[in-house]
């Protein structure tokens, strides 16, 4: 593939990728209790969904996918959702290696010959609760113990927002046809699972729309409407130069997914109307 950044004059390509499904979720920020969702898909996720796509490492160097220049038509924009979850409360069958992991477990745990129950599945700790997962050494006795972080003993909600019935088209602009052609295969037979931000989030229907030329503001001019679409005028967010007239800056531009390092930087955009003149063929499968 070729890496060299693009310069003034080049001719360029750009790929369509339809991103809809029943639930998306495209976080930039939230902790545990709330995870928060943007109204449109970022740039940092959809160049993940690329690399996941491709089959890259979360610490492999992401090279050209960096290059990328990215725009998103939304057409659907989808309906807010909030959903909340519960972890932990109740509680957890203790079993051998529960004891064997963690001496606390084992000082609480009821003798076995005074034990009910024909199997360890039977037998439980009253008020514990903590999945054996997360083990670590006690770094006064060395011995193991589950990490503090996995022993709930009550429960714990957190607020999860989403998009709901959504359908937007995402464009990649690059001069390296071979590597556009190579992310629009991939897209439709994947090296890992993708996902529409979340795990809990699977794509739906065809994703690649195919490699056309022109820049990203041709393509998706000339792209047609969605069949989902709710609109005929979609709003559309394109990367544009920073400093550029009416363009805003967003800190989604990827460095790195490494999960000790994930690094994002600053990138600009700006946010315009548009109104499809269809002259490329897309019917892509629901």
């Known amino acids: ?56 490492d979360r610490e492999d160097p992401l090279g050209p996918l960096a290059e990328l220049r990215y725009g998103v038509r939304a057409d659907r924009p989808g309906t807010p959702y909030r959903d909340f979850h519960v972890v932990g409360g109740g509680p957890y069958p203790l079993r051998p290696r529960d004891l064997i992991t963690d001496h606390r477990r084992a000082a609480k745990a009821t003798p076995l010959e005074d034990a009910t129950g024909s199997h360890f599945g039977q037998h439980h700790i009253d008020g514990w609760y903590g999945a054996p997962k997360y083990i670590e050494a006690d770094p006064d006795t060395g011995h193991l113990l589950t990490a503090a972080k996995a022993v709930l003993r009550n429960p714990a909600v957190s607020e999860r927002w989403y998009l709901a019935d959504a359908a937007f088209v995402a464009a990649v602009q690059h001069h390296d046809i071979t ?52 609109t005929l005028r979609p709003w559309a967010w394109i990367d544009a130069p920073p400093g550029a007239p009416r363009a805003v ?38």
């Open 1 to 56: 593939m070729n890496s060299t950044a693009p310069r003034a004059g080049r001719e360029v390509a750009t790929l369509l990728i339809r991103l809809a499904g029943p639930l998306q979720a495209w976080g930039t920020s939230g902790a545990f209790e709330r995870r928060a969702t943007h109204m449109r898909p970022t740039k940092s996720a959809v160049i993940g969904l690329i690399a996941a796509a491709l089959g890259y």
């Open 179 to 230: 590597l556009l052609d190579t992310i629009s295969h991939h897209l439709e037979h994947p090296r890992r699972l993708l996902w529409l931000g979340r795990k809990s989030c699977p794509p739906t229907g065809d994703l690649s729309g195919g490699v056309h030329p022109g820049t990203l503001e041709h393509v998706l001019t000339h792209a047609p409407l969605l069949k989902e679409a709710d």
């Open 249 to 286: 800056p967003i800190d989604d531009q990827p460095v790195t997914f490494h999960p000790e390092d994930r690094t994002h930087a600053t990138r600009w955009e700006t946010r315009t109307r548009i109104t499809p003149t269809p002259t490329i063929e897309w019917t892509p499968v629901p």
